[in-house]
Structure formats: C-alpha cells, structure tokens
C-alpha cells in the first residue's frame, strides 16, 4: 500500500533495524520503545487491522506468534517473562494501520491498562 509507513519499511524504502525477516514476515525494533526489548512483527502483506485476516491467514498468524517466542528466547526475557500484543482500532490503540505485532520485555510491565 503506497502511504503506509509499514510497507515502506518492508519495501526498505523507510529505514529500520530489522531484526529478522523471510518471504513473508519482517521484524524490527519499535522506534519508540517501551522497554528495553520492544519489536515489531509484521506480515509483508498489507493488511491494516486484526480484523482482516481470514482462514488463509492461518499459518502467517501462526509464524507471527512463533516468531515472538523465538525473539523473546533470542533477546533473554523468555523466562523472566514478556508481552505480546496487537493493537486493533481507535478503542485498542492502534496507530499504525498495517497490522503488527508487538513484543515488549526486559522489564516488569505490570497489569495491562
Ligand atoms: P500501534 O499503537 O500498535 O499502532 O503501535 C505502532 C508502533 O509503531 C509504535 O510503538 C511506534 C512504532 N512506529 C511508528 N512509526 C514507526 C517507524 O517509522 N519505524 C519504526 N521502527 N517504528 C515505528
């Protein structure tokens, strides 16, 4: 999608420190981090809210989660413990309208708001 931030980022046409990246998945650190670990997944197809993937979405959803894992494991805050989440829409915060996943730790971030 030509005005979103995000797919310039998966194009490299916006700079970021990615941190892992395939055919279908980039990951890259927030620019305004909450904690010391704090990354961003996103799938390479637009997609702009957690409302819009559908049944063939299945398996990219999955990876997302299973990379979230792998980079807690990678960045140490597996066992100590992390968040995952994903803002959708006005009401959860969202901003940026290509769907991400976040994954924040490397601090005690205490009850979700
Ligand atoms: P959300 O509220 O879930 O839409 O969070 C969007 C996140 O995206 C926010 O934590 C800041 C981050 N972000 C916004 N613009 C950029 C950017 O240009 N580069 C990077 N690396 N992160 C960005």
């Given at each position: 999608m ?8 998966a ?10 990246e ?5 990951a890259?650190?927030?620019v305004?981090?909450r904690?010391?670990?704090h ?8 997609l ?22 792998r980079?807690a494991k990678?960045?140490?805050v597996?066992?100590?413990?992390y ?10 915060g969202q ?6 996943m976040?994954v ?10």
């Amino acid at each position: 999608m030509s005005d979103c931030i995000f797919c310039k980022i998966a194009d490299g046409e916006i700079p970021a420190t990615v941190v892992f990246e395939d055919d279908e998945l980039l990951a890259f650190e927030d620019v305004n981090p909450r904690a010391p670990v704090h990354v961003l997944i996103i799938p390479k197809e637009h997609l702009s809210t957690m409302n819009d993937p559908g049944p063939e979405h299945e398996t990219l959803l999955g990876r997302m989660m299973l990379l979230a894992s792998r980079i807690a494991k990678e960045r140490g805050v597996s066992e100590g413990g992390y968040r995952v989440l994903v803002n959708c829409n006005a009401d959860g915060g969202q901003e940026v309208f290509h769907l991400h996943m976040h994954v924040i730790g490397g601090r005690r971030l205490g009850p979700m708001a």
